[in-house]
């Protein structure tokens, strides 16, 4: 079965959509059965933050609609190079969990509220699903569901949050493919590429200009899918843009960075470009990529920044103080979520304009947190720095809702900000490593808590095959290094 086939009506009789849902949903069958819309996207966001999914056409996409798309638990399974690490031929499939046994199937279900026209694919539409096992039970390697959940905690404790993205990716011009037969390895080779433009002349209008004609087409599509944009610049380094977002809800923050990366890298391939969201590619006079995640709360009482101070003298409200100290107390642990892969963590340099400790500061670029605005501010919001932009955002941004809300529930206040974020010789080290920051998710009692036992013990044995993967290969440091000398 693809599309659900032989269901009667999955998403109603086990109670999946709210009744605004169920209303997107008529409407999109609408334009569907209109044929303004001949092709449907149904995708989901894995484990990685990685799209996967199914397209339909016509009235089975309607059908799906009501009754789901079957997909197979093994893209439950994958590493970053898309390699099943678990033994899903066995009893449990390695998860000890019956469902997973022998690649059978889970059902992912549309979120009709998130449906969008790809405005460079004609006829066709695109919605994110949430993930269900075959009796409507929730899956816990949901990461939208997972997000979810943190928000629904947040919003109990009465407040809302907000996120605004600041992401940073490189965009290149295609020069090889790597097409050939010989290059479909697993992971393929990467492609070869070109700078569109020289770097270090940074926010120059010349060097925008440069970059302007690729960044159109770009900037083009995410306006026409309905995403936020606030801004498009030109970074630092050769090739590099930075794009921003006004603020959105946490769900909706996290399905436009899956929505950007996306469409980001669709449009760049169709017009020969290669968009890369790696942090660290490895080509000359390259700069390191950040995505910084700039959060506040809305008192749901009166509709004010929670973080606001009340006077000069404060940094930031009790709210905002106790929001912090929390983010700062389980910062290492949840490092992993923020930078989850290896060449995240070749970011992480002093002087850099990355953090390397585990501090916040007022409105200083090399701090974790960096704080930003003040007394009738109503844009007053605290920047985490750490993160890259390959994160999946269900998981960073989960990670900080709950760290912070911590923080709120037992009145933490934070250590004093500082003005010197890379000489803090009494601060906590930010893990310096992707096996470091297993390390600090593996012992950490909070995210087990949170996030789920089954989901982090999961979440790590995903990264420990990508770490065993990584060392196992030889790299080219290791051949310069000892080849003649020994």
């Known amino acids: ?41 149904f995708s989901f966001p894995d484990q990685h933050g990685l799209l996967r999914g199914k397209a339909l056409i016509g009235e089975a996409a309607v059908e799906a609609l009501h009754n789901g798309v079957n997909m197979v638990t093994t893209l439950l399974a994958k590493d970053t190079a898309h390699k099943t690490v678990y033994p899903v031929f066995t009893q449990g499939g390695g998860f000890d969990m019956p469902e997973m046994t022998g690649a059978g199937d889970f059902v992912m279900v549309a979120d009709p509220l998130t449906f969008r026209r790809l405005p460079w694919a004609p006829g066709t539409g695109w919605m994110l699903c949430d993930i269900y096992w075959p009796d409507g039970g929730a899956i816990p390697f949901s990461t939208r569901d997972i997000l979810r959940r943190a928000e629904a905690d947040l919003t109990s404790a009465g407040y809302d949050y907000l996120a605004g993205l600041e992401v940073e990716f490189h965009l290149f011009e295609m020069k090889n493919p790597q097409l050939e037969a010989a290059a479909a390895t697993q992971p393929a080779l990467p492609p070869e590429v070109s700078i569109l433009a020289h770097g270090f002349h940074y926010l120059t209008e010349d060097r925008f200009d440069e970059l302007e004609p690729a960044v159109e087409l770009i900037r083009n599509a995410v306006l026409e899918l309905g995403l936020p944009l606030r801004s498009t610049e030109v970074e630092f380094g050769p090739s590099q843009c930075e794009f921003t977002f006004r603020p959105l809800s946490a769900l909706a923050a996290a399905d436009c960075m899956v929505q950007f990366r996306s469409a980001v890298k669709q449009v760049a391939r169709r017009h ?41 003298t404060e940094l930031f409200s009790s709210v905002g103080r106790h929001f912090v100290a ?14 989850p892969t290896i060449n995240a963590y070749k970011r992480y340099q002093p002087n850099s304009l990355a953090p390397e400790r585990v501090a916040w500061s007022l409105d200083n670029r090399g701090a974790m947190l960096r704080a930003l605005g003040g007394p009738q501010d109503s844009g007053t919001r605290i920047e985490n720095r750490t993160g890259e932009p390959a994160a999946n955002p269900y998981l960073y941004i989960g990670s900080q809702i709950l760290a912070g809300l911590d923080g709120l529930i037992s009145a933490a206040e934070p250590p004093d900000p500082t003005d010197t974020p890379y000489l803090l010789n009494g601060a906590e080290r930010l893990p310096r490593s992707i096996m470091e920051a297993v390390a600090a998710l593996r012992g950490d009692a909070f995210f087990r808590d949170q996030f789920g036992e089954a989901f982090v013990d999961y979440y790590l044995f995903i990264k420990e095959a990508e770490i065993a993967r990584f060392l196992s290969a030889v790299t080219d440091w290791e051949q310069a290094e000892y080849f003649e000398m020994y």
């Open 1 to 41: 079965m693809t599309a659900g086939v032989g269901r009667s009506d999955f998403v109603e009789r086990h109670g999946l959509w709210s009744a605004e849902q169920a209303d997107a949903a008529k409407e999109v069958a609408e334009i569907i059965a209109s044929g303004e819309v001949e092709l449907v996207r």
């Open 272 to 312: 020969g470009l290669h968009a890369t969201f790696m942090c660290k590619p490895s080509l000359p006079n390259l700069f390191a990529s950040g995505w910084h995640l700039h959060q506040s709360l809305v008192d749901r009482a009166t509709g004010l920044n929670a973080f606001m101070p009340e006077n000069d």
């Open 326 to 339: 929390g983010l700062l107390k389980h910062a290492r642990a949840s490092t992993l979520f923020a930078a």
